[in-house]
C-alpha cells in the first residue's frame, strides 16, 4: 500500500510521470501566479475566471485543489488546516480485500490503455489508486464501487502531488456524482438527455435506431461519470478545468455530451453498429473549448425551443 504523504505541497506526484509541460501563455501563468502568491487570500472566483480558458499543467493541481474546495481561500490556518487533513487521511482505513482486488485489476487495464499518453508512473500508480478508492469506500459503505472509480481518480493521481490531495479530490468529485444520483436517478437522467438528443439532431438519433445501437450503455457512463471512461487522458483534463471552474457543472454536462454528438454527426453517420460503439465508448481528441462553446449555444437552443431548461444532473 502506498505511505502516507508528506505534508509539503511541492513535492513531485508519485503516480505521476515527469514531463515537460507544453507551451501555455506567459499571462496566463502570471495571472495565475499573482492569485496564488497571495499570503491573506486566494481569490477563487478569479481562479475560475483563468480556468474556464485552461490551467498551465504544473499548476493544475493547486489550482483545482482551490476550486474544489478541498484548500480554503482564507491562508491564515493553511498549514494547521492542512496538516489536520493529512492526519485524518492517515487515520483512515484503506485495507479493502475484495474491493482492492478489483481496483487492482482494472487499475492495470486503465494503464495500459492510458500509456501512450505518459502521464502515469505504472510503478506507483496503481498503489495508489487502491489506497484511495478503498479509503473512499471504507469511509462511505453506502455507496457501491464501480470500476469507473479508476478513471475518475486517475486525473487527480496525474495533477496531486501527495495521496492525501488525491484523495481530498475524488472525495468531493465522487460525493458530488452520488448526491446527483440521488436527486435524479439515471434512466430519467438519460431519458431527459434523449429527448434533447431527438430534438437537436434528429436524422443521427434516427441512425442510431436503425443501427439498433444500445443508447443506454453509452449514454448513462456519459451522463454520469462526466466523460472520464471515454475522452482521452488530456481532454479529460481540459474539461475538468471548465467544470471545477463552473459553480453547477453537473447541470451543464448533458449539453456538453450533446456538443459531442453534433461534432461528431458526420462521422458517426458514416460508421456502422459496432464502429459507432466503439467511438462513443472511446471518443477522440477534440478542442475542449469549441465543445464547451458549443454546449453553452445548445443550452441557449433547448432553452429557447422549452421556455425552459429540466435540470440533467450528471
Given at each position: ?191 431527459q438527455f434523449l429527448s434533447y438528443f431527438r430534438t437537436l439532431m434528429p436524422e ?111
Amino acid at each position: 500500500m502506498a505511505a502516507s504523504p508528506p505534508l509539503s505541497s511541492s513535492s513531485s506526484s508519485p503516480g505521476r510521470r515527469r514531463t515537460s509541460p507544453p507551451l501555455h501563455s506567459a499571462l496566463l501563468r502570471e495571472d495565475y501566479d499573482e492569485v496564488l502568491e497571495s499570503e491573506v487570500f486566494i481569490d477563487v472566483n478569479r481562479l475560475r475566471k483563468y480556468a474556464r480558458h485552461g490551467i498551465p499543467p504544473e499548476i493544475r493541481g493547486v489550482v483545482w485543489k482551490y476550486l474544489l474546495g478541498v484548500e480554503k481561500s482564507d491562508r491564515s490556518n493553511e498549514f494547521t488546516q492542512r496538516k489536520a487533513r493529512y492526519e485524518a487521511y492517515r487515520e483512515i482505513d484503506k485495507e479493502n480485500v475484495e474491493v482492492s482486488k478489483r481496483v487492482r485489476g482494472e487499475a492495470t487495464r486503465y494503464l495500459a490503455r492510458a500509456k501512450k499518453d505518459n502521464l502515469l508512473d505504472p510503478h506507483t500508480a496503481p498503489a495508489i489508486f487502491e489506497a484511495v478508492i478503498c479509503a473512499y469506500i471504507n469511509c462511505n459503505n453506502h455507496v457501491e464501487y464501480s470500476p469507473s472509480f479508476v478513471q475518475v481518480c486517475a486525473p487527480f493521481v496525474i495533477t496531486m502531488k501527495s495521496e492525501c490531495d488525491v484523495y481530498s479530490c475524488f472525495e468531493r468529485l465522487v460525493n458530488v456524482i452520488y448526491e446527483s444520483l440521488l436527486d435524479n436517478n439515471i434512466n430519467k437522467r438519460v431519458a431527459q438527455f434523449l429527448s434533447y438528443f431527438r430534438t437537436l439532431m434528429p436524422e443521427l438519433y434516427d441512425y442510431f435506431e436503425e443501427e439498433e445501437l444500445d443508447v443506454g450503455e453509452w449514454a448513462s457512463s456519459w451522463l454520469r461519470y462526466l466523460l472520464a471512461k471515454e475522452l482521452p487522458t488530456q481532454s479529460v483534463l481540459d474539461l475538468w478545468d471548465v467544470y471545477f471552474a463552473t459553480p453547477d457543472y453537473v447541470a451543464l454536462h448533458p449539453f456538453v455530451c450533446l456538443a459531442i454528438l453534433r461534432h461528431l454527426k458526420d462521422s458517426l453517420e458514416d460508421l456502422e453498429q459496432s464502429e459507432i460503439r466503439s467511438m462513443l465508448l472511446r471518443l477522440p481528441k477534440m478542442n475542449i473549448s469549441r465543445i464547451v462553446s458549443q454546449a453553452y449555444n445548445i443550452r441557449s437552443e433547448i432553452q429557447a425551443r422549452y421556455g425552459a431548461i429540466v435540470s440533467v444532473r450528471a
